[in-house]
């Protein structure tokens, strides 16, 4: 196997069911990937995210470049060793990460310049270097340097910010070593524009990827219009590669975006929101801090098998929040990231059994129903 495999098992409607194949292991698709930006899914051990059902983590060249870097990572094994996570990785070329955490950042052809929001200390990144960087990872899915281009843009900048992407997705695939179950995935830009996002497929098409994902997304839009981007851009694409959706999303997200044939994604809402004490639920959302969990013995979710639900009600964990202690945290990033897991199983249980509609349009009516 040289590269990436990719299995397309079924389809319903656009929906599709697969398997990708890596160095370090299978991925069911349609596939949810946690967020270990520096080498850790926040508040959860490895163990305690690999019982979630999560079968490839994501990691950032951003973060891991500026601490501890890449140089040290690579001395201590690379990163499956360093975090202690056996199964596939996939890391973000580090493009996006410096728009939107960086400051004092210039773009040129050759790549950007940036000061780290960290210490201040200047770095430059190229499509070779973030290649480089993504190799010394030892990450099983290397995403090609791009800019996500922001929103909103005009038609003109979107295509000049997208041509600029085609051109790094040349220099990364050139830079890319290949091994057998290590791959490279381009992404696709071209804002809100038809026309811009046919010839980024093309161009990415033409220079060949193991993979391609759908960028520019997720970055304010909004749900009407990220769906709109999907139905002109997704039918484009070869059929016989995953397609990854960056940064996507909340629960109506991934069930609207597995609808229109995505089959990877990743996101910080389950993680990062668990910390500040939101719970994903089937009938919506709980902030579990507000006082009317106070005296709740019920769990979260009923019909959720998770640790924290099968073990906590909902009035220790809102005191748990209120007395900020930090198994808080811990308790509903578990629970969100199973409930990810869940909503991911359930679907590709559904698309193998030929009811995605039927199931999809079950859970999208419950998330609406609100949490009593
Ligand atoms: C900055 C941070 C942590 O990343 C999250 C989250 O905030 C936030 C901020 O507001 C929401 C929308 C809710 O999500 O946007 C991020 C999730 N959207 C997203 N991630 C992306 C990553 C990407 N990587 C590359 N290489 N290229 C892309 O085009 C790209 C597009 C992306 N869109």
Excluded at 94 to 99: C, Y
Excluded at 151 to 160: G, H
Excluded at 300 to 323: E, I, M, Q, V
């Amino acid at each position: 196997m040289t590269g990436i495999g990719f299995d397309l098992l079924a389809t319903d409607g656009r929906a599709r069911r697969g398997r990708v194949t890596t160095a370090h292991g299978t991925i069911e698709t349609p596939a949810f990937m946690p967020v270990g930006t520096a080498a850790t899914v926040k508040a959860m051990t490895t163990d305690a995210v690999a019982s979630t059902g999560a079968e490839i983590l994501l990691g950032n060249t951003y973060h891991l470049m500026l601490r501890p870097t890449a140089e040290r990572v690579a001395q201590l094994g690379g990163l499956h060793r360093f975090m202690n996570w056996d199964k596939p990785i996939l890391t973000d070329s580090g493009g996006f990460q410096v728009m939107s955490l960086s400051d004092l950042r210039t773009m040129s052809e050759e790549g950007v310049t940036f000061k780290s929001h960290l210490d201040g200390s200047r770095h430059h990144l190229t499509p070779e270097r973030s290649i480089q960087i993504q190799h010394m990872l030892d990450s099983n899915v290397t995403m090609c340097l791009d800019e996500c281009t922001p929103f909103p843009a005009t038609e003109a900048q979107a295509e000049s910010s997208m041509r600029l992407s085609m051109r790094w997705a040349r220099r990364s695939k050139d830079a890319f070593v290949e091994r057998p179950g290590y791959g490279l995935f381009g992404i696709v830009q071209g804002g809100i524009y038809p026309e811009q996002r046919a010839e980024s497929v093309a161009a990415l098409t033409d220079i060949g990827f193991d993979g391609y994902a759908i960028g520019g997304l997720a970055v304010g839009e909004g749900q009407e219009t990220m769906f709109r981007v999907l139905d002109f851009t997704e039918p484009l694409m070869v059929k016989d590669r995953p397609r990854y959706l960056m940064g996507v999303g909340r629960p109506s997200d991934l069930i609207g975006a597995v609808r229109r044939g995505v089959d990877m994604f990743d996101c910080v809402m389950p993680t990062r929101s668990g910390r500040t004490g939101q719970a994903f639920v089937r009938r919506g959302t709980i902030n579990i801090r507000n006082a009317r969990h106070a005296h709740d013995e019920r769990p979260l979710d009923a019909d959720c098998g998770c640790p924290t639900c099968r073990s906590y009600g909902r009035g220790y964990l809102h005191h748990l929040f209120k007395a900020d202690e930090m198994l808080g945290p811990m308790l509903l990033t578990w629970h969100n990231l199973h409930y990810y897991q869940d909503l991911m199983r359930t679907m590709r249980q559904a698309i193998a059994d030929g009811n995605f509609e039927e199931v999809a349009g079950t859970m999208e009516a419950r998330l609406t129903e609100g949490d009593v």
